[in-house]
């Protein structure tokens, strides 16, 4: 485990403390090794399987509005309830009363708290509804992904400083380890199946949808919710 | 001790299952009521996600027990000013938090590598290539782009500069590299940006980003905290577009060296 030899190294060299209680680190080591395997055993069982089969009978049953409100549930239902995604609104929320955006009391940021996490959630199921589309058409990726980019750098512009920093963490947050794998196989099962995609170009780029779309309406979240107040 | 840790691991298992909980609703629900087939191979898929969440839980029981807190109180005892002057009351500038940037990249680097999500993607980027992708060279050169990003991360919090400027050179910096990669490699180098941040570094990187705006003098924790976690997804995107073309130019080396030998002949 890389990990430890890093933190043993600048525990021991640079700061030249010894451990805190060893006794526990050992068990957690070993932890950490057995569940990585574990989830990877159960990866190639369950959630590359079920994804690939999810895509397939898509496809062939050939609803696009069926296969569109999947993946814009997917997208959504695995966001609104990701722990890194409440605890980063929450943190949102604190930063806002602090700037006077909103008023300092507990309903206060508990309601911009949970609009934020809508906004977010919703933003990443309208993304890998996008992806899914882009999929289907066979749309190249960059020129929607450089585009986003520059909508990006335009509005940060007008974005309130305290929100630009949460807004661009927003979209590591969203994506979590079950996510990733089932949308991945969701995506490589769907340009397996079409005929005239290829798997390595249009398989890919569903969480890049899913990473992106984030940072451009939480921007677009603090532009508004300054405007308004 | 172990009793704690049990208790600890259930409640673990507990909170992934809640975690997980919607997603398990939607593949389930969609699955009966939009596809109406019966999935093959069921109980090996049911065993599989058992995996999924005994797998996960372990894991994050381990990190909690092992290697969060170490890496937290690191994270505060490297850029803490008393540390870092020896004790001495003398003005400290950006050059003085070498090890924070050193101990940035090292433990964005091997986040990395431990993250499962990157592992996934990892696994399907080779089974589809071929082979002509490698599931370590590609895990290998993510690492090195979230250890760039992050150390850089650091040095802005450090120095106070504006984080939409180097968000924007990175973006930049990204085009230019899209026009000249491979077709083929680009949107598994998006992927991998979005991939790179998820159990394992965010809570690490996110420590070491408040930790250190909170003890740097003149930062805010809340202004100045956020954004490392930027930096570690968009440069491995420049890192494994960098990586392709590298492979690329090496088989074409290859290539026109076998050429000329055939011309010898």
């Known amino acids: 485990m890389p990990i430890v030899l890093v933190i043993g190294f600048f525990q021991y060299v640079i700061i030249q403390q010894p451990f805190p209680n060893l006794e526990r680190i050992l068990p957690g080591i070993i932890f950490v090794v057995l569940g990585l395997a574990l989830f990877v055993q159960g990866l190639e069982m369950a959630l590359f399987p079920l994804g690939e089969s999810m895509a397939n009978a898509f496809a062939k049953k050939g609803s696009l509005i069926a296969l569109l409100s999947f993946a814009f549930c997917l997208g959504f239902g695995t966001t609104v309830a990701e722990p890194a995604l409440i605890a980063v609104a929450a943190e949102a929320a604190s930063v806002a009363a602090k700037g006077g955006v909103i008023a300092v009391n507990d309903d206060a940021m508990a309601s911009y708290a949970t609009n934020l996490r809508l906004v977010v959630a919703l933003s990443v199921g309208v993304a890998v509804m996008l992806g899914v589309l882009r999929i289907l058409k066979g749309w190249p990726m960059q020129y929607i992904i450089i585009g986003g980019y520059i909508f990006v750098i335009i509005i940060t512009n007008f974005a309130p400083a305290n929100i630009i920093g949460i807004a661009y963490d927003s979209g590591g947050v969203t994506t979590s380890t079950v996510t990733v794998p089932l949308v991945t196989a969701l995506g490589v099962g769907l340009s397996k199946t079409i005929r005239g995609r290829n798997p390595m170009i249009d398989g890919f780029g569903l969480i890049a949808f899913a990473s992106l779309s984030p940072v451009i309406f939480v921007l677009l979240f603090g532009i508004v919710t300054a405007a308004i107040s | ?265």
């Open chain 2, 1 to 265: 001790m172990m009793i704690e840790l049990m208790y600890f691991l259930m409640n673990t298992i507990i909170s992934t299952v809640i975690d997980i909980l919607p997603i398990i609703v939607i593949l389930f629900g969609f699955q009966f009521i939009i596809i109406r087939k019966k999935i093959p191979n069921f109980k090996k898929i049911i065993i599989g996600f058992i995996y999924v969440l005994l797998g996960l839980s372990l894991f994050l029981v381990g990190l909690d027990e092992a290697l969060f807190p170490i890496g937290q109180t690191m994270a505060y005892q490297l850029s803490d000013p008393d540390f870092l002057t020896g004790g001495l009351d003398i003005e400290i500038g950006w050059g003085d938090y070498i090890w924070v940037y050193i101990f940035a990249a090292a433990i964005g680097f091997s986040t990395t590598i431990a993250e499962p999500s990157l592992i996934a993607v990892a696994i399907k980027a080779e089974e589809i290539s071929g082979g002509g992708i490698k599931s370590w060279g590609l895990r290998g050169a993510v690492a090195i782009g979230v250890a760039v990003g992050v150390s850089l991360g650091t040095f802005r919090i450090v120095s106070g500069t504006s984080l939409p400027l180097y968000i924007m050179a990175a973006y930049i910096v990204v085009i230019i590299q899209t026009y000249f990669a491979s077709k083929t490699i680009i949107p598994l180098a998006y992927d991998t940006g979005g991939v790179t941040t998820s159990t394992v570094t965010v809570p690490v990187v996110a420590a070491l980003g408040l930790g250190l705006a909170s003890s740097v003098p003149g930062r805010s924790a809340l202004l100045d905290g956020f954004g490392l976690i930027a930096f570690a997804s968009v440069f491995p995107i420049m890192s494994v577009l960098a990586y392709a073309k590298i492979a690329d130019m090496i088989s074409l080396r290859q290539a026109a060296n076998n050429e000329g030998k055939h011309d010898l002949d």
